[in-house]
């Protein structure tokens, strides 16, 4: 069972922040193996018009180049939201040990409401976690008050 650390939540929330400051979406994500930060990322879809360039996408895609593998077998995914269907699968493919996640889809969507912004999904990551193989363990919402906050 996963043991959810707020030092490394702390380091996703840094990440959502500055892409907040970039312009982009409020969402930051870690990879951590063995208790060290493999990589971090934050999200680039509006600098690199890119609609797939999600902070977990490029956060396992930066810890897959520093490892120089495909597999991310024993590492954690720290995230300041809950992945969307796209980012669960990623984590799946990359063969990630779990998910540590802060505010949830369902806060996204209550937030998009308040917003008028047109909803795009509401199927939760472990929806495919737990259905994916290797099984990836999950873990949230994890400091959701200070995830909620990023929107």
Known sequence: MLKPEEKFMKLAIEEAIRSQAEGE???????????EV???????????QDPTSHAEVNVIREASRKLNSKSLEGCILYTTHEPCPMCAGAAVWSKLKGVVYGATIA???EDRIKKRVRKVNDIPASEILLHGEPQVEITGPFMRKECVKLF
């Open 25 to 35: 979406y409020s969402v930051g994500a870690i990879i951590v193996k063995d208790g």
């Open 38 to 48: 493999i990589a971090k990322a934050g999200v680039y879809i509006n600098r690199d």
């Open 107 to 109: 806060d996204m969507n």
